[in-house]
């Protein structure tokens, strides 16, 4: 290999120790900061959905009605803290005179802290990978409403540690039939079947509803015989 061809293969890397070994700092103070908060909570349900989702939408009402609900059966309400769905659950927190909590990330567009966050709840990230061990670490369920890449992103991600036993059985809810039906039978016919890289149990981990009544009494009776306690 000639001398310019050998050039054009080599790749800069500008990363320096320093800057990676600093960086570790501001990790740990995310996960301190994060820890400190959620621990003082109490048992709390995350609700994941799409920024972009406007208010009179049916699925920010349905977001809405779902986390007043859940407020008014005692649980806190964490979202991601910006507008769209998060802001629709966080109003409902708040109109259940319940605790309304946001875990806001740094991005260049879509993500500021909406107005229904409680103050003293209010946390801000700038890594997802902190983030996400915040949601499922002291969530004690999830509902998945109508979302983009980062709600698929969530989605996944808890599914994958309830089926490793990473963390607790933990109820895991999709919210809208029509939304994601069509995500659902994938799974099943080409994961689950066709392939076989998934279980039947491992489906069955999802339930699939369309009602805040069909949401809050799941809830409901899954807590009548197990113990509200952090995942891990």
Request: some cysteine.
């Amino acid at each position: 290999m000639n001398d310019s061809l050998k050039n054009l293969k080599e790749r800069d890397w500008t990363e320096t120790r320093a800057h990676s070994s600093w960086q570790i700092f501001k990790i740990m103070a995310e996960f301190v900061e994060g820890f400190e908060k959620l621990a003082k909570i109490g048992p709390c349900i995350s609700i994941f959905g799409s920024a972009r989702t406007k208010p009179g939408n049916r699925y920010y009402d349905l977001a809405q009605e779902i986390a007043t609900r859940l407020a008014e059966e005692g649980f806190g309400i964490i979202t991601g803290g910006g507008p769209g769905v998060m802001e629709a659950a966080n109003k409902g927190a708040q109109a259940a005179h319940g605790k309304s909590v946001g875990a806001n990330i740094s991005l260049p567009h879509e993500q500021n802290p909406n107005h229904f966050i409680d103050p003293e709840k209010s946390l801000n990230f700038d890594y997802f990978f902190v983030r996400k061990v915040m949601f499922t670490k002291y969530s004690q369920g999830f509902v998945m409403m109508p979302g983009g890449f980062g709600t698929m992103d969530e989605f996944f991600e808890v599914a994958t540690l309830i089926q490793t036993k990473k963390m607790e059985e933990t109820p895991m809810v999709l919210v809208g039939r029509e939304y994601w039906s069509g995500l659902l039978d994938w799974i099943r016919t080409v994961m689950m079947e066709k392939e076989n890289n998934i279980n039947p149990q491992d489906l069955g981990l999802l339930k699939l509803f369309d009602t805040a009544d069909e949401v809050v009494e799941y809830f409901r009776v899954f807590y009548t015989t197990n113990k509200l306690r952090p995942n891990f």
